[in-house]
């Protein structure tokens, strides 16, 4: 359902998948990041892209017009390079490997009987202390990232105003 060709349905579907993703949280046992998921994402972020696609008139004929220039395939082309080379070889790091068990029931059981905490927390303090100190890059990234999208369908759905008075 991404490919539906009204902006708004799009949009509706795109707010159920990132329900769905609050829901493999809960399956996770991370409620907190369910919540945040829901509020944040599916709330916040897609009411503010509803708005700026009904405030900018964005029909179905904008989805017909085909964009040819060929800058633009080579810039979506390295783009998703660029991408795919940080996901693939940065991911890959000690930072995200899992010392000992890789299962999660065996690595609830194994903090359980061991009596240490798990590398995740439930707390609050914790987790906003994460995202301000270790991986306050990637959130900073992920805001910019953000920016760029709004700006892009602003960018995109922008009508020609001479072309609106002439017509």
């Known amino acids: 359902m991404v490919f539906s060709k009204h902006p708004v349905s ?3 579907f795109m707010i ?6 609050a829901a493999l949280f809960v399956l996770l046992e991370s409620f907190f990041l369910a919540v945040l998921q829901v509020l ?5 972020v897609m009411v503010l892209f509803l708005f700026i696609i009904m405030l900018l008139d964005v029909g179905p004929d904008a989805a017909k017009q085909k964009i040819t220039n060929w800058k633009t395939g080579i810039f979506g082309f390295f783009t998703a390079a660029l ?3 940080l996901l693939v070889f940065l991911g890959n790091s000690n930072d995200f490997v899992n010392e000992g068990t890789s299962s999660w029931p065996a690595l609830i059981e194994d903090s359980a009987t061991s009596g ?3 590398p995740f927390s439930t707390n609050v303090s914790s987790f906003g202390y994460g995202l301000m100190t270790k991986y306050m890059l990637p959130v900073q ?4 990232m953000l920016l760029a999208a709004m700006i892009g369908v602003i960018i995109l759905s922008k009508k020609d105003v001479q072309q609106k008075n002439d017509g």
């Open 10 to 12: 799009a949009a509706m």
């Open 16 to 21: 159920v998948s990132l329900v769905g993703v």
């Open 40 to 44: 944040v994402y599916a709330g916040a």
């Open 83 to 85: 991408l795919v080379y």
């Open 116 to 118: 240490q905490s798990l």
């Open 141 to 144: 990234i992920a805001g910019f």
